[in-house]
């Protein structure tokens, strides 16, 4: 994790933008007993806090949006393959199956009393806002930037990218993406102004089996590792909640869906995938402001 700010009181707004990532990490890791999404899962439920309501509220919008590709209630599926845990197998059917059960967002129920909302979870349902959280930590980062007066910063917590204004210079960020192919080298760079830049892909998380990969993007219909054709999906937009659901969605979509998703939803977002022959496919708001590095096939997606 990388926070970087500009300007009058720039050292205090990182020591508050780190402050809020801890106490976001404390509020949502699942791997923290005493977090609060850890005690929803022990407890099958519990009444939200502030942030956890706004998070779970606009998972469970893009669980919609995406008919379901993306579903926080993934979680017991992700600590069958022991992604969780690092103790890493690839399940048996019927394990499988008995987890895959359990998983569906639609089942859970939201009730609000005294302008506070409870979450309950059928039995055994467990949620995990890992594939959300980070998106919304980085935004939040932002706004505690902003609260200092800074005008000029960029956090980077490991593939998600998050730039407020421009370069003090007054020139854009350029925010360059991961090759999958290549741990030192990128696939292209985008200049952004005020824009997450968030990146999921298959290579991030994995481990072998048996001369396969398995990763950490499970697809809700089968239980396994989204194989679509996709390495990996950019997806750059003002709402990093959005940007972070989104990148973990579309790349379970496989290409022309995610494509299709694009152009029903153009005014929120914009997209860089890059698809297992090596080509990469840019959507038409960023495709002036994207660059690929001299190896990789481009197609602009118009809609
Ligand atoms: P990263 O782990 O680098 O933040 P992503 O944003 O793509 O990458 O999120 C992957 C994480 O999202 C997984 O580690 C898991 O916690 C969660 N996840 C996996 N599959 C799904 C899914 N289908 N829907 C929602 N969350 C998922
Ligand atoms: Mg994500």
Known sequence: MTLTAYGDNAQEAVEAGIAEIQRLD??????????????????????????????????????????????????PVMQLWGFTTGNF????????????????????TLSEENGQTSISLPEGMEIDLGG????????RVMEVM??????????NL?????????????????????????????????????????TSG?????????????????????????????????????????????STSLFIMGKDKAIEFWKKHSDEFDTILMTDDDKLYVTAGISDAFTAEDDYEVEIVNK
Request: proline fraction near 2%; charge should be negative.
């Open 132 to 139: 959300i959280a980070k998106g919304y930590t980085s935004g």
């Open 158 to 198: 490991g593939g998600k990218a998050h730039v407020l204004g421009n370069k003090t210079d007054g020139s854009q960020w350029k925010v360059v993406i991961q090759d999958p192919e290549d741990e030192n080298g990128y696939l292209g760079g985008v200049n952004v102004t005020d824009k997450a830049i968030i």
């Open 202 to 246: 298959g290579y991030e998380r994995y481990f072998e089996q048996d001369g396969k990969t398995y990763h950490h993007i499970i697809d809700p219909t089968t239980g396994y590792p989204a194989e679509k054709g996709l390495i990996s999906v950019t997806i750059v937009s003002e709402d990093g909640t959005l940007a972070d659901g989104l």
């Open 89 to 108: 197998a690839v399940p048996s059917e019927s394990d499988l199956s008995a987890k895959l059960a359990l998983v569906d967002a639609g089942k859970i």
């Open 146 to 155: 902003k609260s200092y007066g800074i005008k000029s910063a960029v956090i």
């Open 26 to 75: 404390d509020l949502l890791s699942t791997g923290k007993e005493t977090s609060e999404v850890a005690q929803i899962n022990a407890n099958g439920g519990g009444v939200l806090s502030e942030d956890t309501d706004y998070l779970v509220k606009r998972a469970l919008d893009i669980y919609q949006s995406t008919n379901g590709a993306f579903d926080i209630s993934i979680y």
